[in-house]
């Protein structure tokens, strides 16, 4: 799914900008309109849902409940300066956080959501040219609560990521297919050691998320987890 973003680039705004109404439009450029596009990744821990907008326009459905751990993938959006605006549900409590950002053109971007204190925001420009045939990409985006570092081994201890430093995201490596990835990511001193399983497609392109928090455990959090998010 992720390259036909590539190709939708300069479409009709009213084709491609979700719930965009003749308001929404009006006060867009006049000529040809520059989009970018966003995915968006909750990261907060507890956080049963959210709504995502940007200039007042919402990018995910309400079908789309975006609970912790899960991603709105990319739409396309407004480029340039634009106010994105979102409210994270708890139980009966609502959060709502506003932040200003950058989308450049033609510019494909992720955004996540985490929770440092208050609600944060944590923006890459991401790379989403497909790889070449019988290989994969994946980076590891590191959101897990007080955990400065964490290393990502593969089967028999080979490193993949070295160091991924909290609120950071690494640049893409690529994967051969066809083979499964018994992944071993843990701390620089081995105290928190997580384990997760994958097989990438052909083509396909990965982010494995760090989530949650190294001190938070009971309460109906589960403290530090890797997830892989497919795009």
Not at 97 to 122: A, C, M
């Amino acid at each position: 799914m992720v390259y036909k973003i590539l190709f939708f680039f300069w479409a009709v705004v009213s084709m491609t900008l979700f719930a965009c109404n003749k308001a929404s439009i009006d006060e867009m450029h006049d000529g040809v309109v520059n989009l970018s596009s966003v995915g968006v990744v909750n990261a907060v821990p507890g956080s049963s849902g959210m709504d995502v907008f940007v200039n007042s326009t919402r990018i995910n459905n309400t079908s789309d409940k975006l609970f912790f751990g899960e991603h709105i993938p990319y739409r396309n959006t407004y480029s340039g300066d634009v106010e994105f605006a979102l409210t994270s549900y708890s139980g009966t409590k609502q959060e709502v956080h506003k932040e200003q950002l950058t989308f450049h053109p033609n510019r494909v971007y992720s955004v996540f959501v985490y929770r440092e204190g208050g609600l944060k925001l944590l923006q890459s420009e991401d790379n989403v040219l497909l790889p070449a045939k019988g290989q994969a990409k994946l980076r590891v985006v590191h959101l897990g609560g007080n955990v400065a570092s964490m290393k990502v081994f593969s089967d028999e201890r080979n490193v993949i990521f070295q160091r991924v430093g909290y609120k950071e995201v690494s640049s893409f490596i690529n994967l051969p297919i066809n083979i499964g990835y018994n992944l071993e990511i843990t701390d620089e001193n081995s105290d928190v050691t997580l384990e997760l399983s994958f097989e990438p497609q052909n083509q396909g392109i990965y982010t494995l998320l760090i989530k949650g928090n190294k001190n938070n455990v009971g309460a109906g959090e589960t403290g530090l987890e890797a997830k892989i998010i497919k795009h």
